[in-house]
Nanobody, 116 residues
Framework: QVQLVESGGGWVQPGGSLRLFCAAS????????MAWYRQAPGKQREWVAG???????SYADSVKGRFTISRDNAKNTVYLQMNSLQPDDTAVYYC??????????WGQGTQVTVSS
């Protein structure tokens, strides 16, 4: 059974940083591309960043240069380091594996709130 458990969210002032964690289980994590998505109130869920099984990364233009995605295959964990956070980054953040290896499962998400 695929499980994705996100954590690390919270409240931060503009300009601050947070590090999100996603613990994965139930599939062969090391072979699976992973991604972070977010959904702000009243908006559709959007892709934020992705990392392939070999560590190649990609980012949405809105977070490029501020966010860094990484993975630790020994811990079955994917991370999202978020710096220079702005109010527009406020959202529930979700991790997701490639559907070919982890199916359609989503985690419960972790709330990130950026405000003064």
């Amino acid at each position: 059974q695929v499980q994705l458990v996100e954590s690390g969210g919270g409240w931060v002032q503009p300009g601050g940083s947070l590090r999100l964690f996603c613990a994965a289980s139930g599939f062969t994590f090391s072979n699976c591309a992973m991604a972070w998505y977010r959904q702000a109130p009243g908006k559709q869920r959007e892709w934020v960043a992705g990392i392939s099984s070999d560590g190649t990364t990609s980012y949405a233009d809105s977070v490029k240069g501020r966010f860094t995605i990484s993975r630790d295959n020994a811990k079955n964990t994917v991370y999202l380091q978020m710096n220079s956070l702005q109010p527009d980054d406020t959202a529930v953040y979700y991790c997701k594996g490639d559907v070919r290896c982890s199916g359609v499962s989503w985690g419960q998400g972790t709330q990130v709130t950026v405000s003064s």
